[in-house]
């Protein structure tokens, strides 16, 4: 009687740990998925909420740039006083040189 217990308690408690283990792998798989689009928002986002406090976007999206020079162009204007993070200057500059090149 006493050992069946115990053989109980091991399935119950290695049952718990798979459960355990199965729900972290999933956690960060669906947390990074939802998170990453809200706490960067999309590049056209960006320029509109972003560029557009001292001219208009079509000062802009006129522009033909490569990638490395809206890099100069976005830091030139962080330096005049747009506000980008690290991670959305990324999405934007990228957004830049897929549509405007
Ligand atoms: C703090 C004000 C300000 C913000 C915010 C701003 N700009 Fe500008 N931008 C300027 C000024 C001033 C000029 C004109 C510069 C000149 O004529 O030398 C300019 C000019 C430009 C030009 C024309 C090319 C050039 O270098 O003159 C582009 C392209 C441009 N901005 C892109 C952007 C983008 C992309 C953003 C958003 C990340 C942005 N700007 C946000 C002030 C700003």
Redesign the pocket.
Known sequence: MRKFAWVFLVIIVAALLLGACAAQTTAPATTSASSNPSAVADGKTL?DT??T???STA??VT?HLTSDQWKQ??D???S???T?SADEETV?VQY?ADNFK
């Open positions: 320029l972003r560029c406090s001292c001219h000062k802009v522009q162009v976005v030139n204007m962080i005049r006083g747009a980008l934007l830049l």
